[in-house]
């Protein structure tokens, strides 16, 4: 399940700007599918599941990976990944995405090809996303360039509201469960929500949809994820430019280690009124401690 804008929101997009953003097919896909079930008193019932598919991805009619999707938004999906694993700089260097459900594969088009794509593809790292992923390369490379915004601030309370937010919302996971979510917001204003069997699906549909949908509304980015952040969910947040990391869950040694050097706030084990803050805790404006806190 998602939500989102469209192109046509966005008041300062160009004619020749919208020239240039590659052409997307449209190919949803049902998210659930009914089964039957025994349960616990030995009924039988029927429940809705997850639709997990394989979505093969070729570039230039270069087979690449391989992604075990919920199938929401597809080409979204394929431009976050390409543009997360830095195998194209941009958008624009696409020229197209045809994703088509009946043979389980999504074509792409580039406009003048991907520079050394053999070279840069030969070494696969095994990711501890759901499903075991892939990345291309070293998980560190280029971290350093990384420039996130220094003066980025997140109220307390507006950290509650986004935690809200998402205990409030009409997922899939209510109804079918097994699925990851991810949700982008500015301040704690919900842009785009996203689920997926893997919180790396996820997290690159919004890459996707964020290259396509470049002029946000003003205010502070944040991401939440019900996943845990491990190094590759923060490099991919800090290649978004958002500066704020909200899990639902913790955090592992790598993930803090590239949150410390990158400058990016990553919050822990966030429920209800409750959370962690791992690393670079001033960009946190405590404004709603409980009273109790202070107390001698």
């Not at 080409?75 to 045809?98: C, F, P």
């Not at 003048?112 to 990711?127: M, P």
Request: proline fraction near 4%; glycine fraction near 8%; aromatic fraction near 6%.
């Amino acid at each position: 399940m998602l939500v989102g804008m469209n192109l046509a929101d966005l008041p300062n997009l160009t004619p020749s700007t919208a020239s240039t953003l590659p052409r997307l097919t449209q190919a949803r896909a049902s998210l659930t599918r009914e089964v039957s079930v025994v349960d616990e008193s030995g009924q039988s019932r029927t429940i809705r599941i997850p639709a997990e598919r394989d979505l093969t991805v070729y570039v230039d009619k270069r087979e690449l990976v391989t992604l075990m999707t919920l199938g929401s938004q597809p080409e979204w999906l394929v431009l976050g990944y390409l543009l997360n694993q830095r195998l194209v700089a941009g958008v624009h260097d696409i020229e197209s995405v045809t994703v088509d459900w009946d043979v389980g594969a999504a074509a792409v088009v580039t406009r003048s090809g991907i520079d050394r794509i053999e070279e840069r593809t030969a070494r696969r790292v095994v990711t501890t996303g759901c499903g075991q992923g892939s990345v291309f390369g070293g998980l560190m490379d280029d971290v350093d360039r990384i420039v996130l915004p220094p003066q980025t601030r997140l109220r307390q309370s507006q950290l509650y509201d986004i935690v809200n937010t998402i205990r409030l919302y009409d997922s899939t996971y209510k109804t079918a469960g097994s699925v990851h979510a991810c949700a982008l917001f500015v301040d704690d204003r919900l842009q785009l929500f996203v689920e997926d069997v893997g919180r790396h699906n996820a997290v690159d549909t919004i890459a996707g949809w964020m290259a396509l949908h470049p002029a946000l509304p003003e205010g502070e980015r944040v991401f939440y994820t019900t996943g845990r952040l491990t190094s590759e969910m923060v490099i991919k947040s800090a290649q978004m430019g958002v500066p704020v990391v909200i899990s639902r869950s913790g955090i592992t040694e790598m993930g803090l280690h590239v949150a410390q050097r990158v400058g990016l706030c990553a919050v822990g084990r966030a429920t209800h009124r409750r959370f962690f803050c791992f690393s670079h805790p001033q960009r946190i404006v405590f404004d709603a401690v409980p009273a109790e806190a202070g107390a001698p």
